[in-house]
């Protein structure tokens, strides 16, 4: 059985800095693709950041570009997403995803398995 578990949300000021990770089990990372997604209420689902090919490339959304930084660690079985000069518009539940090795993309569909997702919350 596949589990991700993600942990680090919390309360940040703008402008300040933060990182969650996500802890797979039942599942090997090196052998699949990762990313992270955040829904804010009322917002439909947005592709944050990518960790394809076993940790080769990478790709982020629009948004958090020059901002965020997803890296893995195979041998933890963890992927990370660091996040800095937090906006209000940063505000959202970050969820990570996994799918198969060449499968990972910015839509949500292509991820069959997720975590229960960890609240950031950017205070203004």
């Known amino acids: 059985q596949v589990q991700l578990v993600e942990s680090g949300g919390g309360l940040v000021q703008a402008g300040g800095s933060l990182s969650v990770s996500c802890t797979a089990s039942?599942?090997?990372?090196?052998?699949?693709?990762m990313a992270w997604f955040r829904q804010a209420p009322g917002k439909d689902r947005e592709f944050v950041a990518g960790s394809f090919r076993g940790g080769i490339s990478t790709s982020y959304g629009v948004s958090v570009k020059g901002r965020f930084t997803i890296h893995r660690d195979n041998a933890k079985n963890t992927v990370y997403l660091g996040m800095n000069n937090l906006k209000s518009d940063d505000t959202a539940v970050y969820s990570c995803a996994m799918t198969s090795w060449g499968q990972g993309s910015s839509t949500p569909g292509n991820y069959p398995y997720w975590g229960q997702g960890t609240q950031v919350t950017v205070s203004s």
């Open positions: 039942g599942l090997s990372l090196s052998g699949n693709d």
